[in-house]
């Protein structure tokens, strides 16, 4: 069975600088490498919000305005993980991060909308203090 699991959550200060991981285990690294992934994150009583995506095959990289030359998002295809580098941290960082892909092939929607994704992590907290 396919399962991702984020790590690297903290409680951090404002400036700080976190890096999460997404490893995804159940599958071949062939298959791992055709997903799309992405990182979202949801504060409480906001909407789940498209902080990051990679494309498979082209590498090509979104980010959202809020964290745009703040994060950087990354894989390692031999780990079969996905990373999210976020530098100088504001307390609006604060939220669970979750990874997810999209493991169809299928896009019919904008990076950042959830619904492209079928495959979710069960997140990890960050916490940024001011």
């Known amino acids: 069975q396919v399962s991702m699991v984020e790590t690297g959550g903290d409680s951090v200060q404002a400036g700080g600088s976190l890096r999460l991981s997404c490893t995804t285990s159940?599958?071949?690294?062939?298959?791992?490498?055709?997903?799309?992934m992405a990182w979202f994150r949801e504060a409480p009583g906001k909407d789940r919000e498209g902080v990051a995506s990679?494309?498979?095959?082209?590498?090509?990289?979104n980010y959202a305005g809020s964290v745009k030359g703040r994060a950087t998002v990354s894989q390692d295809m031999a780990k079969n993980t996905l990373y999210l580098q976020m530098d100088s941290l504001k307390p609006e960082d604060t939220a669970v991060y979750y990874c997810?892909?999209?493991?169809?092939?299928?896009?019919?929607?904008?990076?950042?909308?959830?619904?492209?994704?079928?495959?979710w992590g069960r997140g990890t907290q960050v916490t940024v203090s001011s």
């Open positions: 159940g599958i071949s690294g062939d298959t791992y490498r055709r997903y799309s």
């Open positions: 997810a892909a999209n493991t169809k092939g299928v896009y019919g929607l904008p990076w950042f909308t959830a619904t492209n994704y079928d495959l």
């Open positions: 990679i494309s498979p095959l082209t590498k090509i990289t």
